[in-house]
């Protein structure tokens, strides 16, 4: 495999043993520090990032490499009307592997054919956000210790939330998957996912518009932020952006070991109050992102330690 596009470009063992490597560097980051030696990362972001690109640049950074890029495209000759076809083509020649991130949906696949180092997917519009998954379900493995046999609520914006669509791409492998999506009807999980990834595989699912009457049968909560820069319409996003606030009221219904995920940044879906609580899960989910984005990085530029 030499590039990530979509979650299911990894096998389920492919991802157990990424996040055997992820768990290794964590305990012994020592042995890894100079495993990327005069490697170089590309970090081009089209769209706005904290988390994936600090995490990747910090990842290559920790593994001895080094890093190129910019963070938005303002700064790259996207605004003069460059593709991303010639992009790729060139930077592929000054780096040994790209992370990108871009509005277009299918902007990766086209840059996987003009590039000759891997490619990353760190996210494409509504798309699929991988390497967002990978770190979910990183935490997962470590918080429930298992993938099989859980009910995973999605809540929040389902339409266009891109972590959402790829984590249920990726839980769709395991056995007693059940998935509750909890959303507004507008922002609904779309058919390429429901029916690729839920209705083909005869996966169990409900669909609730309130979290209150399903949060008591979840083991995991992935809230997500309402995308504003997705919707045409300012109106409209003010009018759904506050649909769900996880408050520990709410909490008080829900069992005592669900984990409560976000892919972050929180806007105000989750109230600060909640951070307390020993199920807040996502300022470690974010922290282990750094760790499997090294083991990823290991893996596609195959750096056996
Ligand atoms: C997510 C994204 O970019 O899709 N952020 C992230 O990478 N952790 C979620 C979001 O922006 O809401």
Known sequence: MKNLINILDLSVEEIDRLIAVADDIMLSPDRYNEACRHKILATLFFEPSTRTRLSF?????????????????????AVK???????????SGYADIIAMRHPKEGAPIVASDHTTVPIINAGDGGHYHPTQTLTDLMTIHHEMGRFD???????????????????????????????????PEELKLPSFVK???????????????????????????????????RFFNEEEYLRLKD???LTEDKLSMAKSNMCIMHPLPRVNEISTAVDRDPRACYFKQAHYGKFIRMALILKLLEVEI
Request: with cysteine; glycine share 10%.
């Open 57 to 77: 640049e910090s990842a290559m950074l920790s593994l001895g490499g080094n890093v190129l890029g910019f963070s938005e495209a303002a700064s790259s000759s």
């Open 81 to 91: 009307g460059e593709s991303i076809a010639d992009t790729i083509e060139v930077v």
């Open 149 to 183: 046999n859980l009910t995973v609520g999605m809540c929040g914006d389902l339409k266009f939330g891109r972590t959402v669509h790829s984590l249920i791409g990726a839980l769709s492998r395991y056995t007693g998957i059940k998935f509750v999506l909890i959303s």
């Open 195 to 229: 029916q690729k990834y839920i209705k083909n595989k005869g996966i169990e699912y409900k669909q609730s518009t309130s979290l209150d009457e399903v949060i008591g049968d979840l083991d995991i909560l992935y809230m997500t932020r309402v995308q504003k820069e």
């Open 243 to 245: 649909s769900y606030i």
